[in-house]
């Protein structure tokens, strides 16, 4: 394979920038870059770095031998200051001495290909990126750290363990006896029962990551758009007096607590004789069905406005917020939450219990996986596989075609880690990576 090169931090004005090479051979190339300076493996240098224009940086420097490395191959990392300038220099120095710019993932495809990771376990590292929360890096991390293959591996043991028996059985069938292991029955549902656990126990990534959706919504002029802004921390939506100002959806995300939310604006509701503010309140109106928690704003408290706007949204996701408690006295009465969007007051409390509302169960230690539908559909087959094998057993069946069901479960496992796989595959699987990882 080439050497390649990857930027991999954020192309942007920076403290540092961070590349990265890997490839056999490439520490031939990074003499020519050091000028003929020294280094040692698994050492942080502070190296200078020259182009054929001279000096480019003085930068740490960071080299891996393979097959001690990420990838397995020889490969090292530049941590250069992070100016657009140096960049482009470093960049135009790498290809210089015949290094390809790396496409997204192939460094841990790489890291596959060279088996220093299980196919699954590559697939958690864009998991692991992906996380914007604690709970889900929790996830996240025991697929990447070993935690899933461990788990993987005894229940394949285990498969091995049973097809040995199953041909032991046919093997003494061809000299007239019947089932001599008794308890083949048993264990091979035992194991089905064990894989069918595990599977319950993982979450699909697809429904997991999902961003918890929270929309604002009200009657006009409550101040929607000024308790989006303050939520969010910035002046994203448009404020005036003017009523019907909010007339599109206006969404931003707010990360507040090591929490990820989805916050949408919306317009107001009234009955209107205009034509494009009537569109934003049916906008509006689609919103609240795929929303998962509706704050409605509100300056005082009318029951019968509340009851609508409660029946509307559906009451079990709906948090009756007071806006402008700056402006109009009470003690809330009524309201599950109370805040000023001119003052701030109010707003840590609001934001407490929005996170309430969508705190995820605790995780335990085990079978707390996350997957993809790959995986999922590779679960799925395995189990209708002993399936098969247990009502084989149970309706003394073929022991050839109970063996065939058991290998064809063994293989899933095989294709869950990457034993077996197609170019296609990897193709899918590696082109959702960020380029540098």
């Known amino acids: 394979m080439s050497v390649v090169f990857a930027l991999a931090t954020p192309p942007a004005k920076s403290a540092i920038c961070v590349f990265r090479v890997t490839g056999n051979g490439c520490l031939g190339a990074l003499s020519k870059l050091l000028n003929g300076s020294e280094y040692n493996i698994g050492v942080f240098h502070v190296r200078s770095f020259f182009g054929e224009n001279g000096l480019i940086d003085k930068a740490g420097l960071v080299v891996f031998k393979g097959p001690r490395s990420y990838t397995g191959e020889d490969s090292f990392e530049v941590y250069a200051h992070g100016g657009l300038g140096v960049m482009a220099s470093f960049i135009k120095a790498f290809k210089g001495v015949g290094f390809e710019q790396a496409v997204g993932g192939e460094f841990t495809k790489r890291a596959f290909l060279n088996n220093k990771i299980p196919l699954h376990e590559a697939e958690a590292v864009v998991d692991l990126i992906d996380a914007v929360d604690e709970k889900e890096v929790q996830l996240a991390g025991r697929s990447l750290f070993g935690d899933m293959s461990k788990k993987i591996v005894r229940l394949a043991e285990n498969i091995d363990l049973l097809r040995v028996r199953v041909e ?81 959806i206006v969404s931003s995300e707010l990360f507040y607590e090591s929490n990820s939310f989805s916050v949408f604006d919306s317009a107001g509701l009234r009955s209107t004789n205009d034509v494009v503010e009537e569109i934003g309140i049916q906008g ?37 917020v007071q806006n402008k408690i ?112």
């Open 168 to 248: 032991a059985e046919i093997d003494f069938s061809d000299e007239g006896n019947d089932y001599l292991d008794n308890d083949l029955f048993h264990d091979v549902c035992l194991i089905r029962n064990k894989v069918s656990l595990f599977i319950g126990g993982c979450v699909n990534k697809k429904n997991y990551f999902q961003k918890n959706k929270v929309l604002l919504v009200g009657p006009v002029n409550s101040g929607k758009s000024s308790v989006f802004n303050r939520l969010v921390g910035f002046e994203r939506a448009i404020v005036s007096d003017v009523p019907g100002t909010t007339r599109d």
């Open 284 to 320: 509006t109106l689609k919103e609240i069905k795929s929303a998962d928690l509706v704050l409605g704003i509100f300056e005082s408290y009318d029951k019968d406005v509340v009851s609508e706007f409660e029946v509307l949204c559906k009451k079990d996701k709906f948090v009756c």
């Open 326 to 437: 700056d402006k109009f006295s009470g003690e809330g009465v009524g309201f599950d939450c109370c805040v000023s969007a001119k003052t701030g007051e109010g707003f840590d409390l609001l934001k407490d219990m929005i996170i309430n509302f969508f705190k995820k169960d605790e995780l335990g230690d085990n079978n707390n996986f996350l997957i993809r539908d790959r995986h999922e559909q590779v679960f799925k087959d395995v189990l209708l596989s002993l399936d098969s094998a247990c009502e084989g057993l149970k309706e003394n069946t073929s022991l050839e075609l109970v063996a065939e069901d058991l290998k064809i479960a063994r293989s899933g496992f095989d294709e869950l880690v990457g034993k077996k796989f197609s170019d296609s595959l990897l193709g899918d699987i590696f082109s959702s990576y960020c380029i540098g990882k």
